[in-house]
């Protein structure tokens, strides 16, 4: 089975940005202030049908989380932005 690691991006707006995903993201990164980046694996060859919707979205630190969405959520990793000035989390919901 071949496989690709696939890069996605989320942009820091307070907004649930969702993307069709095989597998968890592998890992996470900043290169831009106003957006977080992951990376995950793609298998070539599974069938489309076989993605799975995720929801993501970018919170700072000690910023709250939005009280609309659902409680279950989980924290995929930090990253450094603004000369390490601000701390971005890429957390998932449900």
Same mark, same amino acid.
């Given at each position: 089975?071949?496989?690709?690691?696939?890069?996605?991006?989320?942009?820091?707006?307070?907004?649930?940005?969702?993307?069709?995903?095989?597998?968890? =993201?592998?890992?996470?990164?900043? @290169? &831009?202030?106003? /957006? %977080?980046?992951?990376?995950?694996?793609?298998?070539? $060859?599974? *069938? =489309?049908?076989?993605?799975?919707? @995720? &929801?993501?979205? /970018? %919170?700072?630190?000690?910023?709250?989380?939005?009280? $609309?969405? *659902?409680?279950?959520?989980?924290?995929?990793?930090?990253?450094?932005?603004?000369?390490?000035?601000?701390?971005?989390?890429?957390?998932?919901?449900?």
């Amino acid at each position: 089975m071949a496989a690709r690691i696939y890069r996605y991006e989320v942009p820091v707006d307070d907004a649930v940005h969702t993307f069709d995903l095989h597998g968890d =993201p592998q890992a996470v990164g900043c @290169r &831009r202030d106003d /957006v %977080v980046e992951f990376w995950a694996i793609h298998h070539d $060859d599974e *069938a =489309p049908g076989s993605y799975i919707s @995720r &929801r993501f979205l /970018v %919170v700072g630190t000690g910023h709250p989380l939005p009280s $609309d969405l *659902a409680a279950t959520r989980w924290h995929w990793g930090a990253v450094y932005a603004a000369d390490d000035q601000i701390v971005w989390h890429l957390v998932e919901v449900w």
